[in-house]
């Protein structure tokens, strides 16, 4: 049972998650030890995911709203055993046997709340952008999923996407991460239909 899941468990509502105090701590304090990205990072699908990034994906796409379709995948960072601190967002929508992942978004202000400690472990392992998108590619995919697909038009986003796995299609910036061998021709037919329902 992955940290998040353990703590929600205990809790009685999501409401009791400090995320003000997170917001407070100090970046000097000396962290608890950690090695790998996964110490000190968890990526979970929520439901709700709005309760915990709604702020910051309103205010980083400047829009009053929030991504109403599923699914919904959050990055926490682990302040202690009792505190986590939402730092990244990311939406994955099931479309023709295939996702179209969008709404990327880290909250460059709390990730500079993390102590410098683990702001370098979290850098060595490529980033949180990175690791959010991993995470969520390894929940969605199944035997059945052909691709992920991405519209990017950020430089700094788009050498994320190269990292993890997008490739460029013939349409600007529309990538795709091909996840089983298809014909040229199956593919061009894929490639103009997400082309066709232009940004997500």
């Not at 990730?111 to 370098?120: D, G, K, M, Q």
Request: include cysteine; charge should be neutral.
């Amino acid at each position: 049972m992955s940290f998040l899941k353990r703590f929600l468990k205990k809790q009685p509502s999501a409401e009791t998650i400090p995320v003000k105090a997170a917001q407070e701590k100090p970046a000097e304090v000396i962290p608890y030890p950690a090695s790998h990205i996964s110490d000190i990072l968890c990526v979970t699908e929520i439901a709700n995911a709005e309760f915990f990034v709604g702020n910051l994906f309103r205010r980083r796409f400047n829009t009053p709203s929030f991504p109403d379709m599923p699914r919904h995948f959050v990055a926490f960072y682990k302040i202690d055993e009792k505190t986590m601190l939402p730092v990244g967002y990311v939406h994955q929508t099931p479309w023709e046997n295939c996702y179209l992942c969008g709404g990327l978004v880290i909250d460059d202000r709390r990730y500079r709340l993390i102590p410098a400690a683990h702001r370098r472990i979290i850098r060595e392992a490529g980033g949180i952008a990175e690791h959010l998108q991993r995470e969520s590619f390894a929940a969605i995919r199944d035997e059945n999923t052909l691709a992920i697909w991405g519209f990017v038009g950020d430089k700094l986003a788009e050498q994320v996407d190269l990292r993890v796995g997008f490739v460029h299609t013939d349409v600007p910036y529309l990538m795709a991460v091909w996840l089983k061998p298809l014909p040229e021709e199956e593919k061009a037919a894929l490639i103009q239909k997400a082309a066709a329902l232009g940004g997500f």
